[in-house]
């Protein structure tokens, strides 16, 4: 129950802010990809899905 729970504390919200600093930095460097738009709507979902606000990127 406890490494469960530290599952779903920690290590999804840390794989979803690095598959969204990658998502970042593919964006900076080619533009805006397939891979880096489906990379970003699973960060979102993972988000969503764990019961997180979703962070506005342009804060408005």
């Known amino acids: 129950m406890v490494v469960r729970w530290a599952l779903t504390a920690v290590a999804v919200p840390l794989a979803v802010a690095g598959t969204r600093k990658v998502s970042d930095l593919i964006e900076?460097?080619?533009?805006?990809t397939?891979?880096?738009?489906?990379?970003?709507?699973?960060?979102?979902?993972?988000?969503?899905l764990t019961g997180r606000k979703r962070r506005r990127r342009l804060g408005w």
């Open 28 to 32: 900076a460097r080619r533009g805006s």
């Open 34 to 48: 397939r891979s880096s738009r489906m990379l970003r709507r699973g960060a979102g979902l993972a988000q969503r």
